[in-house]
């Protein structure tokens, strides 16, 4: 469905603090989850991805989790720092006619304070 | 590996006049291109999909006589938008997904055009 996004959900840590990001989908048929990260004035940026089959995948201080049973996901960052400070957006891809476009979601802010 | 880029990265325009926008993938040949656009504080909406050599498929509600799209070859794709008015003012973002496996599913953004009709 189209986003309505006039004010997104915001999240403030401390740096060093773990953070926890959230997003729901729509869309059952959904097996493919990416979140990405987005500064000011620039594209997405590829953070870590996890496909239906499995429900959690660790990268470099950053977890992703997924409960297909209430079709939430989830982004934990650890050890938050300044840097991290962005718009962070999950979408979704399915199979089907919709195959490999991506779905995004409203996205969140981030900021870090030092 | 494995970058895309637009140009320009910023343009201003007249209303009423045409504006092109260059996405291209530098490091790899890219089957498939997608168009998106972003008003402030909202997300990427998906405005079409462009595959090399065919006509793209836009999304419900994108006019493709407004928005057109071109695929010549496996590393540019390009959308212009025909007639601008102020409310075409957008940030516009390129992606493509690559036509090598080893790259696997993952789609490739650009930097994004920023474009601002007076």
């Known amino acids: 469905g189209e986003s309505v996004g006039l004010h997104l959900p915001t999240l403030s840590v401390q740096e060093g603090d773990n953070s926890i990001i959230n997003c729901a989908y729509s869309?059952?048929?959904?097996?493919?989850f990416i979140w990405y990260k987005q500064e000011s004035g620039k594209g997405p940026q590829f953070i870590i991805d996890?496909?239906?089959?499995?429900d959690k995948r660790q990268g470099q201080r950053v977890t992703v989790l997924l409960n297909k049973t209430v079709k939430h996901l989830s982004l934990q960052i650890a050890a938050t720092q300044p840097g991290d400070s962005a718009v962070y957006f999950c979408?979704?891809?399915?199979?089907?006619?919709?195959?490999?476009?991506?779905?995004f979601g409203q996205g969140t802010i981030l900021t870090v304070h030092p | 590996g494995a970058v895309v880029s637009q140009h320009p990265s910023w343009v201003i325009c007249k209303s009423g006049t045409s504006v092109k926008i260059e996405c291209r993938s530098l490091?790899?040949?890219?089957?498939?291109m997608f168009w998106y656009r972003q008003f402030p504080k909202q997300s990427l909406m998906l405005m079409a999909t462009?595959?090399?050599?065919?006509?793209?498929?836009?999304e419900q509600g994108v006019e493709k006589d407004k928005f057109l799209i071109n695929h010549a070859s496996l590393t540019l794709s390009t959308l212009t938008v025909t007639s601008a008015h102020p409310e075409d003012s957008s940030f516009y973002i390129c992606?493509?997904?690559?036509?090598?496996?080893?790259?696997?599913?993952?789609?490739?953004f650009g930097p994004g055009t920023r474009l601002t009709v007076l």
């Open positions: 490091d790899f040949q890219a089957t498939t």
């Open positions: 996890i496909r239906s089959n499995m």
């Open positions: 979408a979704e891809s399915g199979g089907g006619t919709s195959y490999g476009k991506l779905t």
């Open positions: 869309n059952s048929a959904s097996d493919y």
């Open positions: 462009s595959n090399e050599g065919s006509k793209a498929t836009y």
């Open positions: 992606s493509a997904r690559a036509a090598d496996w080893d790259l696997g599913n993952e789609q490739f």
